[in-house]
């Protein structure tokens, strides 16, 4: 089983590290009314800012018989910027899984225009304002306001938000939470066909947003007995735009491992043979040090006998004469 060392909770509590927001794409639109029965629908800009529904919290979980490089950064909305870790995992841990992140769901965030409704704008009397403000397409509230001030124009009028290739309700949000494997969630990329529909002729626009509900968890791997790297990086709206995954083979790592071991105890009878040469040599050298210093005193003893048999010769052939 792969070490868990980083995973995103849902509490602070749980988290030791600083967390981290998922996108949430916000719309600036302006529908007026033009003599001649026409509704256009302008979408002005598109805001990113963080979801308060999707907020995860690092925790680090260190371990004794590991070696890692963690390294966080995050943009100026609290989305994550950049990711890095390099885990030298030194226990029998096995590694399980690493998710795969798909998205390419369209070329820009530029709202594209499909259709109008009815007839061309008239220039005799100045456009009327419907509904001008920044909404949450995927918010009920929200669409609920400009579906009310259209339908204060006319009672037939809708205003909607589909995402393409999804059935059933964009608004129900399901919070998940894994526990047991580290990694980090993202938010994939929804085509969105946002409009006003009607009997008559719909006023569509298509764009890009962060998926209101469908979340991308990409675990960061580790392996027993190798180094393993992992590296992301995302863009300024929250979405990966670049993944590294540097896995050595382990189980070369695992065949290796014995081959050292049988090494290593290949060699203890040599080191033991070399321990025992050398200490030989230590006792060895010990015992003529000691021999030359018995040696020496001895030859000390002798000079200081003839010394004092010299001393006492000399005194007396002085009392003789």
Known sequence: MARNFLPSLRSPQQGNLYGYALPKGLVDIKIMFFEGKELTLEIKEVKYVPDPDHFYHFRYQPSAFSEDDIVVKYGPLGFLSHVHTQIDDQTDDVFSSLADMVGNLADSLTPKKKTKVTKARSTGNPPKLIFEGIIDP????????????????????????????????????????????????????????????????????????????????????????????????????????????????????????????????????????????????????????????????????????????????????????
């Open 138 to 321: 995927f918010s009920d509230t929200d669409t609920g306001r400009v579906d009310k001030a259209l339908k204060k124009l006319n009672q037939k009028l809708s205003f909607e938000t589909r995402i393409l290739g999804q059935k059933g309700n964009p608004t129900s949000k399901e919070i998940p939470e894994i526990k047991d494997r580290s990694g980090l969630f993202c938010k994939t990329r929804a085509l969105v066909e946002m409009g006003i529909f009607s009997e008559e002729g719909n006023e569509t626009q298509y764009l890009e947003l962060p998926h209101p509900n469908n979340l991308e968890f990409i675990e960061i791997p580790t392996a027993s007995f190798v180094k393993t790297e992992f590296e992301i990086t995302f863009s300024k709206e929250g979405y990966p735009t670049y993944i590294h995954i540097n896995k050595p083979s382990s189980a070369l790592a695992i065949i290796q491992a014995p081959l050292n071991l049988f090494k290593a105890i290949l060699m203890v009878p040599a080191t033991l043979f070399q321990f025992k040469v050398n200490l030989n040599n230590v006792k060895a050298q010990a015992v003529k040090s000691e021999y030359d210093y018995r040696k020496r005193m001895l030859e000390l003893d002798e000079y200081v006998i003839k010394l004092q048999e010299r001393e006492g010769n000399g005194g007396e052939v002085g009392e003789s004469k």
